[in-house]
């Protein structure tokens, strides 16, 4: 009885310790667990592979705050990464507004490595709040939501923006969510009603509720978490597309190990609880 | 071993330690970073509100370009802050009923499109699924798993019968998916401590590459 009540009894901070010390030495001294390329990312993948060079854009919109970071942020500079490398031309905007920072940052980071020219590679619509109206809006116009871009350049004035009038003018659309709004309000308002191709990145938190519009054909792929983050970023250095640190890849020996910690602790909190059981 | 040298690392280094403090107990450290997240959070969205809702929406069609009939959303707008006044605080609810009359009348036709209408089309059965074996087993799976979850929720009859093992099964998908949920959901916060650990060994340590 005695192991039963120790069992049940243990310090959470000695748990939060033994799980500190798995995340942190896999990151000192990697392990190299394989990643395993799942089904839905190689579908986002191939999506954004087949866009044609130098035609219609990719739309990127940042849908998350910092706090969603370790997970989402690498996924952003994967995909962009993989659009430059292929010559796909990108419009990143941000429905949350924490995300305009997020989604500078990364074009500041990326766009260089592939020599890209600002207004004729990529360009940066930054935040507008509204929503519904704004995804609604960009299905009309997108000059009528966005007159700017993120630092007051008319979008005319432009060379990329030139031939870009609505949804009917891009290729796909990706959203990088972390909550409400994101990849639901992109299916709801832009997909279903204008017709565009959606794919979606997500925090694992709400992987298992996107899985379903993967399922339907109403996302063309789906990235769950660091694994998905992991998993695109092998798949670019797979292609040759790119050779850049890989941070997602970095974090899943730790996220295995972390794994495993917490499923003795289960086991034994199960093991405890039986044990004691008996005695009540 | 390549420590950072910027102060600002420093300081971000510093609040996460602070806030980790708290998984021992709770200490002044902890509650100085929690109230400065909370103000620098506070004043990072009114000023953002005011740059990128209020100026170029309001102050700017109302201010500077004249258009006067920007005043009707500015009037609507203040009526907010009329629940402070208590004899006019009524006056609160018609930018809130107009808020919900037009973002219902946006949402529901395309919520009804996107997350029922798709996906009862994506339970149905079609012979192009049986093409494949794993396919088709899986989307009989999937009918199964629907009608029963469906049903489980049907209060109407007791669970007598044939009822009974129809909700039994639904809650066995429904464990299922709180499970897959809850594993998922410890996934998301053992990357946040990553992202974090990733930080302090990287930028601020330089420990790790």
Known sequence: ?280 | MNVSHDPLVWFAALLTLSIFSFLYKDNPFYRFAEHLFVGTSMGYWIALTWHNAVKPNLWIPLVKEHNLLYIIPLILGLFYFLRFVPRLNWLVRLPIAFSLGWASGVAIPAVFQASIIKQIQGTMLTPTMFNRWDTGLWSVVILIGVICTILFFFFSTERRGVMKPIAQIGITFLMIGFGASFGYTVMARISLLIGRMQFLLRDWLGIVQ
């Open chain 1, 1 to 280: 009885m005695r192991i039963g009540e120790t069992l049940l009894k243990i310090d959470r901070r000695m748990i939060y310790l033994i799980l500190g010390i798995a995340v942190i030495v896999p990151l000192i001294k990697p392990i190299g667990i394989p990643v395993n390329v799942m089904p839905e990312t190689q579908k986002l993948f191939n999506a954004i592979d087949q866009i044609p060079p130098n035609d219609k854009p990719l739309l990127i919109s940042v849908d998350f705050d910092p706090a969603a970071m370790p997970e989402l942020y690498p996924m952003l500079l994967a995909i962009l990464r993989h659009a430059f490398a292929k010559n796909i031309r990108v419009i990143v905007l941000a429905i949350w507004a924490p995300g305009t920072g997020l989604g500078e940052m990364a074009l500041q980071t990326v766009a260089p490595e592939y020599n890209k020219t600002y207004g004729k590679d990529y360009v940066f619509l930054g935040y507008k709040p509204g929503m519904t109206a704004v995804m609604l809006g960009m299905g009309e116009s997108i000059r009528g939501v966005f007159p700017t871009d993120y630092y007051g350049t008319p979008l005319d004035s432009l060379e990329m923006m030139q031939s870009i009038r609505n949804y009917r003018d891009i290729a796909m659309c990706v959203s990088l969510s972390a909550g409400t709004p994101g990849y639901l309000e992109w299916i709801s308002y832009a997909g279903a009603r204008y017709g565009l191709k959606i794919g979606t990145g997500v925090t694992a938190v709400s992987a298992a509720d996107a899985y379903p519009y993967v399922q339907t054909g109403q996302l063309c792929g789906l990235l769950a978490g660091l694994k998905g983050a992991s998993e695109y970023e092998t798949l670019i250095e797979r292609h040759g597309y790119s050779k850049a640190f890989k941070p997602a890849c970095q974090g899943m020996d730790s996220q295995s190990l972390a794994h495993l910690v917490i499923m003795i602790f289960i086991v034994l909190g199960n093991i405890g609880y039986f044990l004691t059981r008996r005695q009540r």
